[in-house]
């Protein structure tokens, strides 16, 4: 039994730092999201009784031990204990942008895992089990499964049967709304989301002021879309991102995702603003930044940010896709 399935990643408009539930994978406020058109993953996954044991490839290469392989196997049993079967698996999975540099490469790649795993394993999941499953592997893959505006619903049930992701609008609502990602370092970065959030929780004085406010946040983001109110969507995402910021860096160890390179964009981005040229930042678990603006600003912001020395490269994305089952295996 073996499927494809291609998803999406995605960039928080107001994030998602600190759980609720470490075994369920439950936040403590909800979230709000952008599906990407540019960036995905691509997963095969088949089972089969031929394998003495779990496999998994990444970008051509076998990952045996590590962090990553961990976390594959153990949704491969979560899988496996949800379809009642006890064969192994080989999974075969490719980014088309450098894994774990704050890119969201986790959510799209356990909700590649998901989709593929479920329907190699039998199981018919509608988009909302999905998001669970995926919740489950790495809580912003929950957002991984749908198109377009996407928010992560905290929920209340203890088991998370309510906490998934949900569309607020299709990637034709804002045809216009720009992402423009600028892959600052591609190097693996220094503390993973998921350690770096538990640290935060557990350390950081200011993590109460987060837990108040951000689940508004969330709820204002949301109408700030279905307006498609840019000035205020930008606004607020890049303040909820400062706010998590400064969670992380008054964390004990301080946790700093930030490069030279990041702050210069930042300090740019705000001068140029004051100039008339509208535009915002956001930055997750690592030291890219992605800016926010209109399709009107996006030639002239992309000239701009060539022009600062020490980004790799510059992609410009729009709302994307839903998780699709593809035809073609990778193996
Ligand atoms: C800063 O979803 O990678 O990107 O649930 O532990 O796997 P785990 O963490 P992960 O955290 C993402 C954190 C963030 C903000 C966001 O995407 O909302």
Same mark, same amino acid.
């Given at each position: 039994m073996k499927a494809t399935a291609q998803a999406q990643s995605n960039i928080a408009l107001t994030k998602y730092w600190g759980k609720r539930d470490a075994k369920w994978m439950l936040p403590n406020n909800g979230s709000v999201s952008m599906t990407l058109d540019q960036f995905f993953t691509v997963t095969t996954v088949e089972f089969d009784s031929n394998y003495a044991q779990d496999e998994f490839w990444l970008n051509r290469q076998?990952? =045996?031990? &590590?962090e990553e392989a961990k976390e594959v196997f153990a949704h491969l049993d979560l899988i496996r204990e949800m379809a009642k079967i006890s064969t192994k698996a080989k999974v075969m999975s490719e980014n088309n942008f450098p894994t +774990? =540099?704050?890119? =969201?490469s986790s959510a799209s790649g356990l909700a590649a895992l998901s989709m593929a795993g479920a329907n190699a394993a039998g199981l018919n999941l509608n988009k909302i089990e999905l998001s669970i499953l995926s919740r489950r592997g790495s &809580? !912003?893959? =929950?957002? !991984? $499964? #749908? +198109?377009g505006f996407v928010e992560w619903i905290r929920g209340t049930d203890p088991e998370g049967k309510d906490s998934h992701g949900r569309q $607020? +609008?299709?990637? #034709?609502?804002?045809? #216009?709304f720009r992402m423009i990602v600028n892959i600052v370092k591609t190097g693996q970065k220094k503390w993973k989301s998921r350690a770096g959030m538990a640290q935060t929780v557990a350390t950081c004085p200011y993590y109460p002021v987060w837990k108040e406010t951000a689940q508004k946040d969330s709820e204002q983001m949301r109408e700030f879309i279905l307006k498609k109110d840019f000035t205020a969507v930008g606004k607020l995402a890049e303040f909820n991102s400062l706010k998590m910021h400064a969670t992380m860096i008054t964390t004990q160890p301080p946790i700093v995702y930030w490069h030279p390179v990041t702050v210069d964009i930042m300090q740019n981005i705000l001068q140029w603003r004051e100039e008339g040229l509208e535009s915002y930042f956001t930055m997750d678990a690592g030291p890219q930044v992605k800016v926010m603006c209109l399709e009107k600003d996006e030639k002239e912001l992309v000239k701009r940010l060539n &022009? $600062? !020395?020490? $980004?790799e490269r510059i992609e410009a994305c729009k709302a994307g896709p839903a998780a699709k089952l593809l035809e073609k295996h990778l193996f």
């Open positions: 076998k990952m =045996a031990e &590590g +774990a =540099a704050g890119l =969201a &809580g !912003s893959a =929950a957002r !991984s $499964i #749908e +198109a $607020i +609008a299709p990637p #034709e609502h804002w045809p #216009e &022009g $600062i !020395s020490g $980004i």
